[in-house]
């Protein structure tokens, strides 16, 4: 029964992270990158915690993985951001 209240609110997750974003409008894409690389490195943090106290094969492959693509998305948005704002600035000369 458990298992199915997880999946459920997953489902309800993804269907709701789909729905705000695809609403945003591309102006609004810049800030929203920032504070989304604002999330994940708080799910660095805590995958990095959580696998500090779990025991388990699947655990910590699931903790590891977690923190690797977290990671992925903060260096990538940062990067992205990075690109978007370089776009704005005025070249010297």
Same mark, same amino acid.
């Given at each position: 029964? @458990?298992?199915?209240?997880?999946?459920?609110?997953?489902?309800? +997750?993804?269907?709701?992270?789909? @729905?705000?974003?695809?609403?945003? !409008? !591309? *102006?609004? #894409? *810049? !800030?929203?990158?920032? $504070?989304?690389?604002?999330?994940?490195?708080? *799910?660095?943090? /805590?995958?990095?915690?959580?696998?500090?106290?779990? #025991? $388990? /094969?699947?655990?910590?492959?699931?903790? =590891? +993985?977690?923190?690797?693509?977290?990671?992925?998305?903060?260096? /990538?948005?940062?990067?992205? *951001?990075? %690109?978007?704002?370089?776009? =704005? %600035?005025?070249?010297? $000369?």
């Amino acid at each position: 029964m @458990e298992l199915v209240l997880l999946v459920t609110i997953f489902v309800l +997750a993804v269907f709701v992270g789909v @729905e705000i974003i695809t609403k945003v !409008p !591309p *102006t609004l #894409h *810049t !800030p929203l990158m920032s $504070g989304s690389n604002a999330i994940s490195g708080i *799910t660095i943090v /805590g995958a990095i915690i959580a696998a500090e106290h779990v #025991h $388990g /094969g699947t655990a910590q492959i699931l903790c =590891f +993985a977690a923190v690797v693509l977290a990671t992925i998305n903060v260096v /990538g948005g940062y990067a992205v *951001t990075n %690109r978007m704002l370089a776009m =704005f %600035r005025k070249k010297k $000369g």
